[in-house]
């Protein structure tokens, strides 16, 4: 049975920084494109980082560029993202999720993402 968990998550004062981790059981992801996404209340679940399978390729949202920085340990098969000077806005539950049909690009759009973890909370206070 696939599963992917996110830990990390927590409230913070803007500015702080949290680093969430997702770690992947029941197979390997080491071929796979892996990504963060995140949903506010009241609004659709949005891009935030992914990372191609070697390691060599990132992308990032325009809203967290300069701020967040995806990696991937394939050896641990593990997908992390350190977030630096949160904002408020940032407030959101935060999903990893894997593209088993990608390898080298990458997707922006959670319906290319074919399993995802439960979610961790992250909440930015002003």
């Known amino acids: 049975q696939v599963q992917l968990v996110e830990s990390g998550g927590g409230l913070v004062q803007a500015g702080d920084s949290l680093r969430l981790s997702c770690a992947a059981s029941?197979?390997?992801?080491?071929?796979?494109?892996m990504g963060w996404f995140r949903q506010a209340p009241g609004k659709e679940r949005e891009f935030v980082a992914a990372?191609?399978?070697?390691?060599?390729?990132?992308s990032y949202a325009d809203s967290v560029k300069g701020r967040f920085a995806i990696s991937r340990d394939n050896a641990k098969n593990t997908v992390h993202v350190q977030m630096n000077n949160l904002k408020p806005d940032d407030t959101a539950v935060y999903f990893c999720?894997?593209?088993?049909?990608?390898?080298?690009?990458?997707?922006?759009?959670?319906?290319?993402?074919?399993?995802w973890g439960q979610g961790t909370q992250v909440t930015v206070s002003s």
């Open positions: 990372i191609n399978a070697s390691g060599s390729r990132t």
């Open positions: 029941g197979r390997t992801f080491t071929t796979n494109v």
């Open positions: 999720a894997v593209d088993l049909n990608r390898r080298v690009s990458i997707s922006l759009r959670p319906v290319d993402y074919d399993y």
